[in-house]
């Protein structure tokens, strides 16, 4: 992990969450480490049930009744949230720290009006007339690229596409001018078109506000496009994290190299290969999982993997995975995986 500095917004360490059920506390995230620049894109990327969305939900404080979580370091521009008010935390949810949510319908209000929901951060959060908030918001809208924004403020979720409704939901999150941004999944019920320029938007956004943004998706072609450093979790667990670059080209943990496999690539994909699977589902996270997480899918995996608590190693520095296999055997883990992919294969 990168040291920390001055214009570090989010630093986490060791953080872990767990849901109370019938059959005994669920450790669905079980030690990991965040850190997030002014300005960066950090992209946590892993099959669904690996935890991405519940670490989300624990560093904006809004697990479900049931869940809890705890960690060693939570600061948010050098302040120690671990311990702080809800209504603190209030203060700085929705205000200095914002949240992108998949799906737009369920965020959105039915009853109230665009404009209603778009001024409400801002009459929350600033001391700002109301007139004057729903200039901002206009001005808002039209930033993301919502055309007739003025008209656009009087109407409903309903009145708007699903593409629409996204970009208002990235406006509402971005209409105080955050630290940071947590976006989960948010281009997941979108097409492929709309994909592209929600993206476009965000990134733009985010080059002219400074703000750091955590992305979290299972997607690794839009990892591509927005990242700038890359950490990949499996069962509550970071199994590798690097830059961008390194983690497409030079993938060191089995199951960063599994993630890859699947994805075809224009050139290298044959028409009608059938594409990359991993066999095997994610383990139970009921019990307190030994070893390697992976091993029972992985087809290299050794009697070693089995116990005991796997340690990074470092590639090269701020390139790190969990992995006890020789680097010279990585790159056969997959007998049916293709060379490595380059993030500028998969960019369109």
């Known amino acids: 992990m990168a040291p920390q500095s001055d214009r570090t917004v989010l630093d986490v360490r060791d953080l872990h969450v767990n849901l109370s059920t019938s059959q005994g506390p669920l450790h669905v995230v079980r030690g990991i480490d965040i850190e997030v620049a002014q300005g960066e894109t950090v992209c946590i990327v892993g099959e669904s049930g690996c935890g991405k969305s519940m670490t989300s939900l624990a560093l904006m404080d809004i697990l479900p009744p049931r869940g809890t979580h705890s960690a060693n370091r939570l600061t948010f521009e050098g302040r120690d949230i671990r311990s702080i008010s809800e209504p603190a935390m209030s203060d700085l949810r929705g205000n200095r720290m914002s949240m992108i949510f998949q799906e737009p319908m369920t965020t959105l209000n039915p009853v109230y009006t665009i404009g209603d929901q778009l001024t409400e951060p801002l009459l929350r959060h600033t001391k700002i007339s109301k007139r004057d908030a729903y200039k901002k918001a206009e001005a808002m809208l039209e930033m993301v690229g919502i055309s007739g924004a003025a008209r656009r403020l009087g109407q409903y979720p309903h009145q708007l596409s699903g593409g629409l409704r996204q970009r208002l939901i990235i406006a509402m999150a971005l209409i105080c001018e955050p630290a940071l941004i947590i976006a989960d999944e948010p281009t997941t019920a ?19 506000l400074g703000t750091g943004m955590i992305f979290i998706t299972h ?38 190299r599994g993630l890859l496999q699947c994805i075809p690539v224009p050139g290298k994909t044959k028409a009608g290969e059938p594409l990359g699977s991993i066999p095997g589902v994610v383990p139970s996270l009921f019990d307190n999982v030994s070893g390697c997480g992976f091993k029972s899918r992985c087809p290299k995996a050794m009697e070693q993997c089995a116990s005991g608590e796997i340690p990074f190693r470092v590639s090269t520095p701020g390139h790190l995975d969990r992995c006890i296999l020789p680097e010279s055997e990585i790159a056969n883990v997959w007998s049916s995986s293709t060379n490595s992919t380059s993030v500028r294969e998969l960019m369109p």
């Open 190 to 208: 979108l097409d492929v078109t709309i994909q592209v320029q929600i993206l476009a938007v965000l990134k733009g956004l985010q080059r002219q």
């Open 219 to 256: 997607d690794l072609g839009l990892v591509s496009r927005i990242a700038d450093r890359v950490l990949v979790m499996y069962a509550g667990k970071i199994v590798e994290q690097g830059a961008v670059s390194e983690i497409f080209e030079d993938p060191r943990h089995p199951y960063t």
